[in-house]
């Protein structure tokens, strides 16, 4: 109760000073509604992020995936199909970055980690020879 108090006077503090810079009002109905959304969407995200530890501590886990956010939303259709759009596109611009970084690399004259643990490798097996 008291913290929902404390949302109440910050709003109100927030709502006062938008009022003074933009030269607008807000009634006192609209400083509780924003105030009770506030506090909710507060409520929520803690409840969602107890779930997420939840599911992390199930698959032994400290790395909440992708996979995790996708499970919370299949419940939701459309809220699956974009978070998984989201990901995939994400997934494909990680991809691109990477095949750039090797090409400006390799242009370069740069070993690949792949490409100096064979030379080391390679060193190696003619030192011992």
Do not use: W
């Not at 009022?19 to 909710?40: G, H, L, Y």
């Not at 997420?52 to 699956?80: G, M, P, Q, Y």
């Not at 990901?87 to 970055?97: D, G, H, I, R, V």
């Not at 643990?117 to 060193?123: D, F, G, M, Y």
């Amino acid at each position: 109760q008291r913290l929902k108090a404390a949302v109440h006077y910050t709003v109100g503090g927030l709502c006062q000073e938008v009022e003074q810079d933009k030269e607008v009002q807000f009634s006192k109905q609209s400083i509780a509604a924003i105030s009770e959304i506030t506090f909710r969407q507060c409520v929520l995200a803690k409840m969602i992020r107890g779930v997420f530890l939840i599911l992390c501590r199930h698959a032994k886990r400290t790395t909440v995936t992708v996979e995790d956010v996708k499970l919370l939303a299949r419940r939701s259709n459309s809220l699956l199909k974009y978070i998984t759009q989201k990901s995939e596109e994400l997934a494909s611009s990680n991809m691109e970055q990477k095949e750039k970084k090797k090409k400006s690399s390799a242009a370069k004259g740069e070993r690949t980690p792949g490409e100096q643990e064979a030379a080391v490798t390679e060193n190696e097996d003619s030192n011992m020879a």
